[in-house]
């Protein structure tokens, strides 16, 4: 019995990861151009660079082009010059070559580095999330009815952040298929985890192993009721209904052994007593008595080690249920998480540059209201996205680096030649080889 509920458990559980696996291509974050849903709006633009440029068209004049391509350099550079000082803080917290820092100057560089890792998020328009989005996690029944308990004593610093969310529908098979069930769920995009563990304060999970001090993990298709599950710290529990599955037939084994052995109980009893000296008169014990509960005693221990090694055995595959979670939606990790991000960064600035920037150039000047509508007007009808266009980022990005002059309110596109001046002035400041 507890064999087959653990494997109808398990069957149930691959099945609806294999279901989560098998979405479609549209829910798959910055791939393809589909709409998402109207009930929210995101910041990030669906749509690779080169489709966008080859939408946008080419620039009418060499002056123009040398200002789109010198436009993404320089944002990459700046971007990159952030990804060395991040480089750097780690280095200082984690190599072993690095000189011993100590408790308050580790306190400082890693609340550095935290607030650079959120800036590169902010720019590449991920959104921070708050304790709202863990406790409706905990709250939520699990897709695949795992339950978890999630242990936050050890986390010093966090940040937890978004990109990109939809509603879809996950088909949940049971009792081997006779049973299909349509699950709404909401899905994340793309989920970015920054946990740092208290130094001295990490709890071993097996022998010798500990949670890292930095825990960095880039994820893709979570849905909100399994984000605990990929968090550090995530425990699997046995639901009640795996305690009964294991615990009532062990009580109704005992009983029943119990009762068989009762004749030999009360004449080990009686002869105890003897031996003791409660009883003067010697019990009569039969022959065989002490061989039956010899014989019953060595049943119910191997009867026991049984159902442990099955409570280990379906602990073991909860166990894998949680890392295939784990494996099926991890993206990267550590320093490889922080760069996928960082070029995420690099792209969207520029994307969201060449968008005001152009839009300025073919309509001519405009308020920051009016320019937002225009942007995300020219997304829906050429691809399809409604998002919500940072225009005031885009606008301060161009601004800053002369492209885009500004009147009282309105925005124009400056002329190119002083332009481009104005970009090689910021790009030999970058650093940059000068022609």
Not at 44 to 53: D, M
Not at 211 to 224: D, H, K, Q, S, T
Not at 346 to 363: F, V
Request: with cysteine; net charge neutral; proline share 4%.
């Amino acid at each position: 019995m507890c064999a087959a509920a653990g494997f109808l458990f398990v069957t149930r559980a691959h099945r609806t990861l294999r279901g989560m696996a098998a979405l479609p291509a549209a829910d798959h974050p910055l791939h393809g151009d589909s709409a998402l849903p109207p009930s929210g709006r995101n910041r990030c633009i669906p749509v690779s660079l080169e489709r966008l440029r080859d939408r946008l068209g080419s620039p009418e004049s060499d002056q123009l082009t040398q200002i789109d391509r010198l436009l993404h350099v320089m944002l990459r550079t700046e971007v990159d010059q952030q990804a060395g000082a991040m480089r750097r803080e780690l280095d200082r917290l984690l190599h072993p070559q690095e000189p011993a820092l100590s408790a308050d100057e580790q306190d400082v560089a890693s609340a550095r580095l935290l607030a650079q890792v959120r800036h590169a998020l902010s720019r590449a328009n991920y959104d921070e999330e708050d304790e709202g989005l863990l406790r409706t996690a905990l709250s939520t029944q699990s897709l695949v009815e795992l339950k978890t308990h999630l242990d936050r004593s050890t986390w010093r610093r966090s940040l937890i952040c978004t990109r990109g969310r939809s509603e879809t529908t996950i088909e949940v098979r049971r009792w081997f298929g006779l049973r299909r069930r349509q699950i709404s769920c909401t899905l994340i995009r793309t989920l970015f985890v920054y946990i740092e563990h208290a130094r001295h304060e990490r709890r071993e999970t097996q022998k010798g192993l500990a949670p890292p001090r930095f825990y960095v993990r880039l994820f893709e298709n979570i849905p909100v009721a399994d984000i605990d599950m990929v968090m550090p710290d995530c425990r699997v529990r046995m639901s009640w209904f795996d305690r009964a599955v294991m615990f009532v037939p062990a009580i109704f084994a005992v009983i029943g052994i119990s009762a068989v052995l009762k004749a030999s109980w009360n004449a080990l009893v009686l002869h105890t007593r003897h031996i003791t000296g409660f009883d003067a008169t010697p019990p009569t014990v039969p022959g065989g008595a002490l061989a039956v509960i010899g014989g019953g005693l060595v049943a119910l221990a191997i009867w026991g080690w049984t159902q442990f090694g099955r409570w280990q055995g379906m602990h073991l595959r909860y166990l894998k249920i949680l890392s295939d979670i784990v494996m099926y939606r991890l993206c990267d990790r550590d320093m490889g998480a922080v760069n996928q991000v960082l070029d995420e960064a690099g792209e969207e600035e520029t994307k969201e540059a060449l968008l005001a920037l152009h839009s300025l150039r073919r309509e001519g000047p405009t308020t920051e209201g009016s320019l937002d509508e225009r942007i995300e007007r020219w997304l829906r009808t050429n691809f399809a996205v409604d998002i919500d266009f940072e225009v005031s980022d885009a606008l301060a990005k161009l601004v800053r680096l002369g492209l885009v002059e500004r009147t009282g309110n309105t925005y124009a596109a400056a002329d190119p030649a002083h332009a481009l001046a104005r970009m090689r002035q910021h790009w030999n400041a970058l650093g940059g080889i000068t022609e």
